[in-house]
């Protein structure tokens, strides 16, 4: 029975798929009624009609399937139907999920060249064109999922931040809470890390970032930068003994088999943006400019609202796998804060070069710290 469901499925997305109706057929494979000839059709006329009755096309691209947001709430789903209705069915948003466009920079990129409207990517991957979006690397700064929160929907991050990304042709739709990075240990590695003194001598994967390669290393590991595409291997084989995805990125890109220990020390926040072309925004009709930020503020109330649920979702799968969890008392997280806390004179430099100045690092220290209108649930 599964074997002929399965077929029909398949051979149901390959029809449209294949006839150039790519988003009809993942809004029918979220909706789980791909299996089905008549829904399926039923879903790739009512894409047609809104595409035909759409002045607008925008093109979203993510390297998320659509099923991630059950453990990585990235939500483009929901964002495509948001702008469709916000704007009264003026703008049609065709998906380009699971990377079919790329992932990280090379979206970033896209999206500056307008090959396509918009798309999701880390924030990292925002810092090459806007270098202060970097200062959400910078441990203890925002690192818990309340703190980020408050930093990006301030006026000092507006301010400050916005003019230098739309400088560079992007505008910022809004931004993706997915939860803090953590401390993951391989299967066949040291125990569970619970302090800096455990990290000792510890191979930690490490991404580009210079910032996150010296606060491991201010905390005692061995920082070893690895490309993300070769990190799986990198873990299993042992180059590596530990690395620092949010829990949903590691259930979402495959770790689950290979890790033991996971603690939540909650310093850099594992978070992404979605960027829209600026001139492409810009050259939109007021109505539908103000649809698209009324959906894109929707989209974030609903990202907010879905992440302990996500967040629960990837840790009830990892523990299957035999993976513990390890959260810390304000006491232990204390020490991490100490050791490798934005506060220390090490940091000064970054500060400086990313934030301006003191005075304006300053200013967006007391934004993090500042609770706005928005709720996000910590671990």
Known sequence: ????????????????????????????GAAGTLWSSEAVAQTAKEEKERE????????????????????????????????????????????????????????AQKVQGGTIQAAQHSLSNFAPFAPSVDLINMPYFCGSNQRFVNLVNSDAWKNDVHPKVEAKGFKALFYVVIDPRVVAVRKGGKGAVILPADLSGVKFRVPGS???????????????????????????????????PSVGALYVFGFKDILSH?????????????????????????????????????????????????????????????????????????????????QNTEWDSFKTELAGSMDAFSQLEEAAGTMGRYYVHDA
Request: charged share 20%; glycine share 8%; hydrophobic share 40%.
């Open 210 to 244: 210079k910032m996150l390669q010296q606060y491991y290393r201010m905390v005692g590991a061995n920082p070893t930068p690895v490309a993300w595409g070769e990190t799986p291997s990198a873990i299993k084989q042992g180059v590596a003994d530990a690395l620092d």
């Open 262 to 342: 996971v603690t939540f020390t909650q310093a850099v926040p594992d978070s992404q943006v979605y960027s829209c072309n600026l001139e492409w925004f810009n050259s939109m009709p007021a109505d539908v400019q103000e649809g698209i930020e009324f959906a894109s503020e929707i989209t974030a109330h609903q990202n907010l609202a879905k992440v302990p649920a996500a967040r629960n979702y990837a840790m009830a799968e990892l523990r299957k796998s035999g993976v513990e969890f390890h959260s810390l008392s304000d006491d232990q997280l204390g020490q991490w804060k100490e050791v490798g806390g934005f």
């Open 52 to 107: 035909g009755a759409a002045d607008h096309i925008m093109t979203i691209a993510t390297a998320y399937v659509l099923g991630a947001s059950r453990s990585y709430p990235i939500l483009q789903l929901d964002l495509k139907e948001n702008i469709q209705n916000a704007t009264n069915g003026k703008v049609y948003v065709k998906l380009a999920p699971g990377g079919q466009l790329g992932a990280g920079g090379a979206l």
């Open 1 to 28: 029975m599964n074997d002929t469901l399965e077929s029909a499925e398949r051979r149901n997305f390959m029809k449209l798929a294949g006839a150039g109706a790519f988003t009809a057929a993942v809004v029918a």
